[in-house]
C-alpha cells in the first residue's frame, strides 16, 4: 500500500506538536516495512528519498496567506497520483488531500490536531483567510473517510465543530513521543552556556506564542513564584505583532523584578531542549486549548514534573499527583477557550508550581512516573500500528 502524508510541516521545517506528530510517525510506519509511505510536504527541497517539497506558487506571491497555501495544495494534490490512500494533518494540507481523493478516487484520512473553529483568534493572524481556512477544514472533514483524532477530547471537539460528520468515521489515536530521542541528558555546562543555572530552580516553558498556549498567563503567575526560581522561555514564532509585543511587556516587567528570567527566541536544537528540561525542576503548560499536548510528554520523558491546565486532551497525558498538577480552568464556549476568571486561573497556576517547586523531592518522583508513563502509554510503534489499522479499514471499505 502506497500512503502520502500530506502536511505543511516536515523537518527540518518544524514549529509546533503537528510537525513532530508526522515526523514521528512516517518514521515509524517506514520503519514496519509493509507500507510505502510517502512525504508531500511544503517547504524548500529535503534531501530524503520518499519526500517530494512543495515551495509557495511564484504567482501568488504577496496574496493573502491563506490562498499561497491553496495554490500549494493544488500542486501537492497533482504529486499524489499513483499513492493509494491520502493522510492530511491540520487545514493547511486538508485541501490537498481533498482534492486527490476526487481527483483520483482513493481515501481521505485526517489527523486532527486542532481546529479552526476552535482557534477564532486567527483571525487576527490570516484576516479573510480565516474564513477560508475553515470553509477548507470543514468541507475535507465532512467528506473524508476517517478522521484521526489525537485525544477522546479532541474527537469530542470534532463531533462538536461538525455536527454532521459520521461519528463513525472518528476514531482516537493518541500522540506518541520518542523515548530514546526525548530522555534524561544531564549535561550542566551545556546548560549554562545557555544561560541557565543548573543549580538553582527552574520552570520551562517550550512553545509558539499563540493565544493558545497561554504565555501571557503563565507569565503573569510567575510573578508569584520565589525569586530564587528561574523562569525559561523557549518561545517563538508570534501569531501577530500585538501578542509579540504583549509578551516582551510581561517579559520586561518580570526582569525589573528578579533575576533568571531568560527568553530563548530561537529554535533550539532537540539535545539543547532535552538539557534544559533535564536540569527543570518543572515543566509549564499554561494552554487553553491543546488537543493532546506533546510538548507535555516531551517534558515526561526527560524526566521533568508537569504543571498544566486541565483542558483538551492534557488530562490523558498528565495524571494529577503522580506526573504534575493540573490545574483547573472555567473557561468562555465561544471557541477562544479564554478563562472566565484569569486572575484566578493565574493563581492557582502559580499555587501549583510553588507546590512543586517546594518538594524538590516530590517533583523528583513525579518526573520518574511521568518518564514511565510516556514509555508505557504513548510508544510510537504501537500508534503506527493503530494508524494502519485505520489505513486497511478504509481502503478495504
Not at 534531501?47 to 496567506?65: F, M, Q
Not at 487576527?124 to 473524508?144: F, K, P
Not at 477522546?152 to 472518528?170: F, P
Request: with cysteine.
Amino acid at each position: 500500500m502506497r500512503v502520502d502524508i500530506l502536511s505543511k510541516e516536515y523537518p527540518p521545517e518544524v514549529y509546533g506538536g503537528a510537525g513532530v506528530h508526522v515526523a514521528e510517525l512516517v518514521r515509524a510506519l517506514r520503519a514496519r516495512g509493509d507500507v510505502d509511505a510517502r512525504v508531500q510536504a511544503f517547504g524548500a527541497p529535503r534531501d530524503e528519498a520518499g519526500t517530494t517539497s512543495y515551495p509557495d506558487l511564484a504567482e501568488l506571491a504577496g496574496t493573502n496567506a491563506a490562498l499561497r497555501t491553496l495554490g500549494v495544495d493544488l500542486a501537492i494534490a497533482a504529486g499524489c497520483e499513483g499513492a493509494d490512500l491520502v493522510h492530511s494533518h491540520t487545514w493547511y494540507a486538508n485541501f490537498a488531500g481533498h482534492v486527490a481523493s476526487l481527483l483520483y478516487g482513493v481515501p481521505h484520512v485526517i489527523s486532527a490536531h486542532s481546529l479552526e473553529p476552535l482557534r477564532p483568534w486567527k483571525a487576527e493572524q490570516l484576516g479573510g483567510g480565516y474564513a477560508v481556512s475553515s470553509w477548507v477544514e470543514r468541507t475535507a472533514y465532512l467528506a473524508a473517510d476517517a478522521v484521526i483524532a489525537v485525544s477522546a477530547a479532541m474527537r469530542d471537539d470534532v463531533l462538536a465543530s461538525y455536527v454532521d460528520i459520521d461519528r463513525s468515521r472518528v476514531h482516537v489515536v493518541h500522540n506518541g513521543i520518542d523515548t530514546d530521542d526525548w530522555s534524561p541528558r544531564h549535561a550542566p555546562d551545556r546548560v549554562r552556556e545557555l544561560g541557565v543555572d543548573p543549580d538553582r530552580p527552574s520552570v520551562v516553558f517550550v512553545g509558539r506564542i499563540t493565544r493558545q498556549k497561554g504565555l501571557p498567563l503563565f507569565l503573569r503567575s510567575c510573578a508569584q513564584l520565589p525569586p530564587e526560581t528561574q523562569i525559561v522561555l523557549c518561545a517563538g514564532a508570534p501569531d501577530t505583532p500585538e501578542i509579540e509585543a504583549e509578551v516582551v511587556g510581561l517579559v520586561e516587567e518580570l526582569a525589573r523584578t528578579r533575576t533568571g528570567v531568560l527568553w530563548i527566541r530561537e529554535m533550539l536544537p532537540r539535545p539543547d531542549v532535552v538539557a534544559l528540561l533535564t536540569a527543570a525542576t518543572v515543566f509549564a503548560c499554561p494552554s487553553i486549548y491543546e488537543p493532546l499536548g506533546i510538548v507535555n510528554l516531551e517534558a515526561m520523558a526527560c524526566e521533568t514534573a508537569v504543571v498544566a491546565t486541565a483542558t483538551g486532551g492534557i488530562p490523558e497525558v498528565v495524571v494529577d499527583g503522580t506526573t504534575g498538577r493540573l490545574v483547573p480552568i472555567e473557561q468562555a464556549t465561544d471557541g477562544t477557550g479564554t478563562p472566565l476568571q484569569p486572575d484566578q486561573y493565574v493563581a492557582d497556576f502559580a499555587a501549583a508550581l510553588n507546590e512543586v517547586l517546594s518538594d524538590p523531592a516530590g517533583a523528583e518522583a513525579m518526573g520518574k512516573a511521568g518518564r514511565q508513563r510516556a514509555i508505557d502509554a504513548f510508544s510510537w510503534g504501537a500508534i503506527a500500528e493503530r494508524t494502519m489499522d485505520i489505513y486497511r479499514s478504509v481502503a478495504s471499505a
